[in-house]
């Protein structure tokens, strides 16, 4: 898909790997709208890149239905939609206070998961509308971790909700192959964001070990140019594409 021209939404677009695609996503000529937490910097992304913002809870189902028809109307239509949002907890499935209590693993489900799902769902829906480009009507690109194959101790929740978005790729694709509308994920390793920017470099240093190539954190640049290019390429379908440097997790 040429990615000039188009509409983009970007969840989770106000910092990290979701700020660096919106960024790139304008820089090449889309128009972007970015939809984040009301607190969060979306706002500013989205000024600054000449985009629109409008405010998400990403849990709150139907208001997040209502976020997304908001967005596709002011934007005319929608072609791209980058998924970043979420999030996950450290907790073993029996630990020393017993075992792993079943609330929490919902709520990580829910935030990864079922929210990434129930944004697909909408996403789609919006984009069969268009008239198709090359056959084309959109493309879905969500996140993903490389935990969702080697999930490390205490990641059994998070490890669920990924390998759920990595999984849902080639049968959700296959759904939508008849709309002419393409569906990845991409799945990171750690990546310097938000959530690892208190990290020194003692920290990350034995986190990034057991990368071959290089032996660092990735780059929020780097996911954009990966999620431009999934948009870009329109023989890439239907899989979970690892963005690791040749890392696989250890246990712990």
Do not use: W
Not at 2 to 9: E, L, P, S, T
Not at 18 to 37: K, Q, S
Not at 216 to 230: D, N, V, Y
């Amino acid at each position: 898909m040429d990615i000039n021209g188009k509409n983009a939404v970007v969840v989770g677009g106000g910092s990290g790997m979701g700020r660096a695609t919106a960024e790139a996503l304008a820089a090449a000529g889309a128009t972007v709208a970015v939809l984040d937490r009301e607190a969060g910097d979306g706002k500013e992304t989205a000024n600054a890149i000449g985009g629109i913002f409008h405010a998400i809870d990403i849990t709150d189902f139907d208001g997040a239905e209502r976020a997304l028809a908001a967005t596709v109307d002011d934007l005319g239509s929608l072609h791209i939609a980058v998924n970043t949002a979420g999030g996950g907890i450290a907790k073993k499935t029996l630990g020393r206070g017993g075992p792993h209590d079943l609330q929490t693993f919902r709520q990580v489900v829910d935030l990864n998961l079922v929210s990434t799902f129930n944004l697909n769902r909408l996403q789609a829906f919006h984009m069969s509308k268009n008239e198709p480009a090359d056959a084309e009507r959109g493309v879905i690109v969500n996140t993903s971790s490389i935990a969702a194959f080697e999930g490390q101790i205490g990641q059994v929740a998070y490890t669920a909700a990924k390998a759920g978005i990595a999984g849902m790729a080639l049968a959700m694709a296959r759904d939508l192959g008849s709309q002419g509308i393409r569906v990845l994920a991409i799945a990171p390793s750690l990546f310097a964001t938000a959530a690892t920017a208190g990290f020194t470099d003692e920290q990350v240093a034995p986190l990034v070990e057991g990368a071959a190539f290089p032996k660092r954190m990735g780059r929020p640049t780097e996911f954009a140019k990966l999620a431009l290019a999934i948009v870009d390429n329109q023989m890439l379908n239907g899989q979970c594409l690892r963005l690791d440097a040749g890392q696989r997790f250890a246990p712990r």
